[in-house]
């Protein structure tokens, strides 16, 4: 049953996109509407690529599309983890207005649902005349929910559908929208099919199948997030094994492993985890050089803007180890820090002969932008309040581009987290659940990029005007409180 599972899936990849209607309309915007594919890496740290100063893994390809492309240093993730990211990046709102802040799990499978009522991105994209297609991991709510994919505006889902079953490489099954696709040799204890490779396959279908007529393609990539999971038999991993040493074994807590009893969310052990991880990023690498030769080799790769980023910073679980690759570069904080190094991402936009070639650009952004931009590249208009202001001033080079009064962020876990971005100034308030006059912290980003030095005592009245900015920036969330 399984396996016929399976090959549904590849009779599906070979068909199902007939059924997008190429209209008339449809292909005369294929002149002026760009196609747009959205790459996401899951807790890539800033510093893990060859163009922002990474020395000890390989990413030619990314930092191709950077050299070709426009590079942005001043770029932000929508939170420092996965799903309250993902809906600053689907709504255009921060985390003190967007409906999801945190990761609240459903049992057994899936998160707490987008709702109904907001406005996505995919949604906007389908009101364009857009093909809608995501790949790769969701974490917005489970199938059936008003946070299904399919109820949020994707014409077509295909991977994890839940967050905590991404933390394994080797899953029993991907969600090929409402339907169960088991994976051949995969029972979450055996391992033969890696998910992440099927799931690039019907990315690339996605895109072929959809050459004639604008699209945009969601690809929330898996790696390379934990566990740390590589083929040891690959040259890749040849390379980075050798290059790297004798070190040290992760060894998973009783139950996490693979076999009798594990659990599902947990880790695996890794013998070589520099290795590993070096070796996904360089997959990541690989699966990004994969999308742009499919765009050259049906010709469509001109009239299509790529955009990858990071959810979020690097992660330390499964035996990661990002200061041995400097992951966060110069920044301090990792994975659920509102520190620099726990939200900032290596933006990199690129589309020939629209965004110049080799151009670097420190405008101040987050993923909220990303919204009003794809908007005015697709010719829509938006009917809903967002935080986000368009780029595309930035990215053509046309125009006066809008700057943001404030960048805010907050996260709900550890005691509840809030930060501001305003100019060169960055405020930090830790444990602010249960503490009605939580200290501050106040930093230079210019002077002070790695936030070493907190100035509040030296600057009362802007710490003044960061607390106005806080209390403006929150808006109550009953699901996902941040106050106590």
Known sequence: MKNSHFIQLVFFLTICWDVYPITTDRQINKSVKPNIIFILADDLGYGDLGVTGQTKIETPNLDKLAREGMLFTNHYSGATVCAPSRAALMTGLHTGHTPIRGNKEIQPEGQHPMPDSVLTLPKMMKRAGYATGAFGKWGLGFVGTSGDPINQGFDQFFGYNCQRYAHRYFPEYLWLNSEKVFLPGNDWTNKATFAPDVIQKAALEFIEANSGNPFFMYVPMVIPHA????????????KYRERFGDEREFVAPAGWDYGPGINIPGYQS???PRATYATMVEKLDAHVGEIIAKLEVLGIRENTIIVFASDNG??????????FFDSNGIYRGYKRDLYEGGIKTS????WPRKIKAGSVSDHVSAFWDLMPTFAELAGVSIDAELDGIS??????????????????????????KQAIRMGDWKAVRLNVKNNPNPTMEIFNLRDDPSETKNLADQYPDLVSEFNRRFAEAHRPNAVFPLFE
């Open 391 to 416: 780029m595309v001033p930035t990215l053509l080079g046309e125009g006066r581009q809008v700057q943001h009064e404030y960048l805010y962020w907050e996260f709900v876990e550890q005691g509840g």
């Open 314 to 323: 690097p992660h330390q679980e499964g035996g990661n180890d990002p200061d």
């Open 347 to 350: 933006l990199i936009a690129n």
């Open 270 to 272: 890794v013998k070589h």
């Open 227 to 238: 566990e740390l999971a590589a083929d040891e038999e690959s040259p890749i991993f040849k």
